[in-house]
C-alpha cells in the first residue's frame, strides 16, 4: 500500500489521477460567460465615465452619465436608448463595486443552472422593466445602475431554486432579497421603481421558464424565447409609454 494525502491507496491506484471538479457555485468563465461579460461592460462603461470627465458620482458624472442615463423627458423626446445604456453606468465606485459583486454572486450561481441563452434573457428582461419601473415612479429623475437587473437575477434565482426542489438555497436567496428591499425602501437616492420593476420582470422571466421547462417537446424552446421576447417588448412599450405620460403631465 502506498500513503496518499487521502489515506492508504493500492500501487495501481496511486498512480492513477482523480479529475478535480469545480464546486457549485464556483463557475469559471466558461461556465458563465455572458456574467463575466456584462460585468466587463459596466467597468469598461464607468471607466468611460471617468475619461470623458465624469467624477464617479451621479452629480458629476460628466457626459456619458448625461448622455446615457434614464431620464423621462429625453426619452420621450426621442432618446429612447437610454431605457438599456442606463442600466451599464453607474453613480460612483461603490455603487459599481456593489452591483459587479451581486451580479457575480448570482450570475455564478444562476448561468451555469439554466444556460447563457436563458440567462441573457431573463436579465434583459429584467433591465427593461427595471427602466419601466424607474419611468414610472420617478420619471424626472436621472436613473443609472445595473440594480433593476441584479433585482430580477435574484427574483428568478429563487423561483427556480423552488420549482427544482433546492428549498435550501431558495431560502437563503429569498432572505437576501428581502435584505435589499428593505435598503430599497431605507436608504435616499436609490431609485424604487428600478429595484421594483426589475423584480418583476425577472420572476415572470422565471415563471415562463419554469412552466415550459416540464415541455419536454421541441416547440418549448421557441415558445420560451418568443416569451421572453414578448417581456421585453412589453417592458420598453410600458417604458416609452410612462415617459410620454410624464412628458405629457410636465407640459400640461
Not at 426619452?75 to 453613480?91: K, M, N, P
Not at 437576501?176 to 421594483?196: P, Y
Request: hydrophobic fraction near 50%.
Amino acid at each position: 500500500m502506498t500513503s496518499t494525502s487521502v489515506g492508504m491507496r493500492c500501487p495501481e491506484c496511486a498512480r492513477q489521477k482523480t479529475r478535480v471538479r469545480n464546486p457549485v457555485g464556483a463557475a469559471t468563465r466558461r461556465d458563465a460567460p455572458a456574467t463575466y461579460a456584462l460585468i466587463a461592460i459596466c467597468v469598461a462603461a464607468f471607466i468611460a465615465e471617468l475619461v470623458g470627465g465624469g467624477s464617479g458620482a451621479l452629480d458629476g458624472g460628466g457626459k456619458i452619465i448625461h448622455e446615457g442615463g434614464l431620464f423621462g423627458p429625453l426619452v420621450a423626446d426621442g432618446e429612447q436608448y437610454r431605457i438599456v445604456t442606463s442600466a451599464f453606468l453607474h453613480a460612483g465606485i461603490l455603487h459599481l463595486g456593489l452591483n459587479m459583486f451581486a451580479l457575480y454572486i448570482l450570475g455564478s450561481l444562476l448561468e451555469p443552472a439554466i444556460g447563457t441563452t436563458r440567462f441573457v434573457g431573463i436579465y434583459a428582461v429584467s433591465i427593461l422593466a427595471g427602466s419601466c419601473g424607474a419611468l414610472l415612479l420617478d420619471p424626472n429623475e436621472l436613473t443609472v445602475g445595473a440594480s433593476g437587473g441584479i433585482f430580477g437575477l435574484m427574483a428568478a434565482a429563487f423561483l427556480i431554486a423552488r420549482h427544482r426542489g433546492l428549498d435550501e438555497l431558495a431560502s437563503q436567496i429569498g432572505f437576501f432579497v428581502v435584505l435589499n428591499l428593505v435598503f430599497t425602501f431605507s436608504i435616499s437616492n436609490i431609485s424604487i421603481g428600478a429595484h421594483l420593476g426589475g423584480l418583476v420582470g425577472g420572476a415572470l422571466a422565471a415563471l415562463l421558464i419554469n412552466v415550459l421547462e416540464r415541455d419536454r417537446s421541441r416547440n418549448s424552446n421557441w415558445m420560451e424565447a418568443v416569451g421572453l421576447v414578448v417581456l421585453c417588448v412589453v417592458a420598453v412599450a410600458g417604458a416609452l409609454l410612462a415617459a410620454d405620460s410624464s412628458s405629457t403631465a410636465a407640459l400640461g
